[in-house]
């Protein structure tokens, strides 16, 4: 009868009913995870005194901050410039969600709060989401972005309707990374489950982070003065209108007079939050009932490298070595990393337009040869414990020194003959590829020599084989820098006379140019045999001492 006055239907008030209890149920767990992610926190502080002073940092450091992006988003409503400020704010925000969105899929994170660890307490899939990802807000990163998006709210006070549109434009770019950042976690969880994805991810990562370095040097290579603020103005009409920028871009556009755009903005942002909800809700209930999978285990048949070296000491330590190059993390991290590096310092170069066509195609192969020949310089550490193989088994110091010279000459020979010819290809003069080969075989031949006394004398702690290749140990401190800058420096200044004889032969008389090879041939080959017998006699007689220190790295 009172719903019949009222004018509503019976079924339509119990549904409504009904919809009202589902909402209220999503939401009744939320203050448990709340607490627990408070307790996850606090036990944060309960563990060793280095774990605590890192976190005491890191949160001091967000609250830095935090109060430097506040202040300067509240001064910002004092500038008189409000298309620049809209500008900045677009295009910082757009940085942020791209952040909450990416990081955990290239480096992955450790979920505390991951919902496979929630499968045994029933908790329905729509109800452990909500918590989910409400107790993410209790966070460093999390706690910093919400204080920054509510300071937006005073940027753009310019009266009372365009501050409530910021504060609902805030909570919807919070309420964005916060689902971005779980469901890029969630991903990663199935991703990286195994050692392996991990270690790829990160090489993927530092690759795209060391490829983005030109794009960095040309921002800071911007006259800001006279053309920055066109170069933002640009990317904030870019992303304003994509999923990671709309939500930000909102009271922005409105403050500057382009409702219009505002509201398909608002609509971009709306649509992102359903969509990342979606998924998020999606992941969750796929979660609950898959768990996490195993490494893959690779079977290898046949002794491998074993069958292919000679049968005798130094081919075994060979073998031993060409293995571990082509399976360990730790050793294929760093080839990697050694033709992305000519990259960087071309793009450097070719930013400030510090060295004129056609000279830049001779930089590449010596770039890569020098670390290329430097790499080996601590590889009696990446054995670890298994260097008890070598002295126990009475293999000689020469045999050990050269065995492990082989992976190094595997890659730097062709590396010599093969990055010869394309550099003197794209220089144009065949006569440049004698001061190429000189330098580039002399900085090879040096490094390895160099590497055979160094690996045996300084020794110093590495990750452990199975860790990640990106993990320092807590152990290595000043000598590791000493031996890696000694290293490095003891090689350019060998092959510095191959390389001034190189480059006299390049701007001023070609007839040095035969100087710089046999020069650097000569220097390399004199520094090879020298470092290969040093090594060899100090492993010999530190053999008990190198033994020691792996155990103690162990």
Known sequence: ?????????????????????????AFADVPRFLRLKLALLGGAFRRSVWQVIGLV???????????ALTGGLIAARFAPDTVLVRDVVIVAGAAVTTGFLLLPLIFGVDDTLDPRKFALFGIPSSRLAVGLAVGSLVSVPAIVLMVCALATVITWAYGFWIAVLALISAAVAVATCTLAGRVATAVAAFLLDTRRARELSGVIGVVLIVLISPLVLSLANVDWGAEGLSVVGTFADVVRWSPVGAAWAVPADVAVGHGGAAALELLIALATFAALWLAWRALVAHMLVTPGRAGDVKLY??????????ATRWGAVAARSLSYWSRD??????????????IVVLGALGVVHAIPAPYPALLPLPIMALFLGWSAHNDVAYDGTAVWLHVVAGATGLADRVGRMVPVLFLGVPLVVIGTAVSVYFYGDLRAALPLV???????????GLSSVTSTLFPYPVPKPGDS????PQSVGAIAALVQGFSIVVMLALTAPSIVFGALGV????????????????IGAAALVAGVLGGA?????RGPQMLEAAVKAA
Do not use: H
Request: net charge neutral.
């Open 469 to 472: 290749p990106f993990a320092q």
């Open 57 to 67: 940092l890191a949160s001091l450091y967000g609250l830095g901050m935090t109060v």
């Open 329 to 342: 993390a730790r050793y294929w991290v760093s080839l990697i990393m050694i033709p992305i590096l000519p």
């Open 301 to 310: 048949a046949g002794l491998g490298w074993f069958s292919a070296m000679p």
């Open 1 to 25: 009868m009172v719903a019949q006055l009222l004018g509503v239907k019976l079924p339509d008030r119990q549904r409504a009913f009904a919809t009202a209890e589902q909402a209220a149920d």
């Open 537 to 541: 006699a100090i492993f010999n007689r």
């Open 438 to 448: 000189g330098i580039s075989t002399c900085e090879l031949f040096v490094g390895l």
């Open 507 to 522: 701007f001023v008389d070609p007839a040095w140019l035969a100087a710089s090879l046999w020069c650097g041939l000569l």
